[in-house]
């Protein structure tokens, strides 16, 4: 029962020093479907600091080979309100340019590639075609897989292409602790198509989690002993 007890203690102590060191993180998951097109993706929040943070959009439609299932944008929510939120960089895999097939692999852009972000309080609107501090056309620039099928991609009003997964940098004021994410939608295709994400639990917070579990199991048993 005393090594049980060792243990337990150590596995906690040692959740809670992961966690504690690491960056904050936050995972949600889309899968969805809209005239026969998967719709599915992954956005991991990155938080550095209580206003710094990264954000990182993968596709997971896997080949993509359809307009309506390029990611071409996110709205999230944070708890607390930020004075301010800048987006400082756009670093997508490749770009490639599939309106004249086969399709190209194109440098040289700017470094947002068309992205935007608008806050409205702790609303954030992440999106592609950005025109204005509130207007989006969500494209051209969408995000697909790194396996993708050309040849469906060809419409030259949504080329060219993000190829994720995409790392989007953000620096905000006003805020002392990380805030949360209260919920996440992501976009996908011509119009375009929400579909709502699910959270994801991160490794640390499941670890700490299993120790804290153990250590009650562990508690109740001793209790029930001693009784």
Not at 8 to 27: E, P, R, V
Request: charged share 10%.
């Amino acid at each position: 029962m005393r090594k049980l007890t060792i243990w337990a203690a150590a596995a906690f102590l040692t959740a809670i020093s992961s966690l504690a060191s690491a960056n904050i993180m936050y995972t949600f998951h889309a899968d969805g479907m809209t005239d026969s097109a998967s719709q599915e993706a992954t956005a991991v929040f990155n938080f550095s600091s209580a206003n710094s943070f990264t954000l990182t959009l993968t596709n997971n439609v896997d080949p993509t080979a359809d307009i309506l299932s390029e990611l071409d944008g996110l709205m999230f929510s944070f708890t607390d309100t930020p004075l301010s939120l800048q987006l400082l960089s756009v670093a997508p895999s490749s770009v490639v340019d599939c309106s004249a097939l086969p399709c190209q692999t194109i440098t040289g852009n700017t470094p947002y590639y068309g992205w935007g972000a608008s806050a409205s309080g702790g609303d954030i609107t992440l999106g592609a075609g950005f025109t204005s501090p509130s207007d989006f056309t969500y494209h051209p620039y969408g995000i697909i897989n790194q396996n993708f099928d050309g040849s469906k991609l060809n419409d030259p009003v949504y080329n060219p292409l993000l190829v994720g997964p995409v790392t989007y940098t953000f620096a905000m004021t006003g805020l002392d602790t990380v805030p949360e994410i209260s919920s996440t939608t992501f976009l996908f295709g011509k119009l375009p198509n929400p579909q709502s994400g699910i959270p994801v639990p991160e490794p640390n917070s499941l670890a700490l989690l299993g120790a804290g579990l153990l250590a009650f199991v562990w508690a109740s048993r001793r209790k029930k002993v001693r009784t």
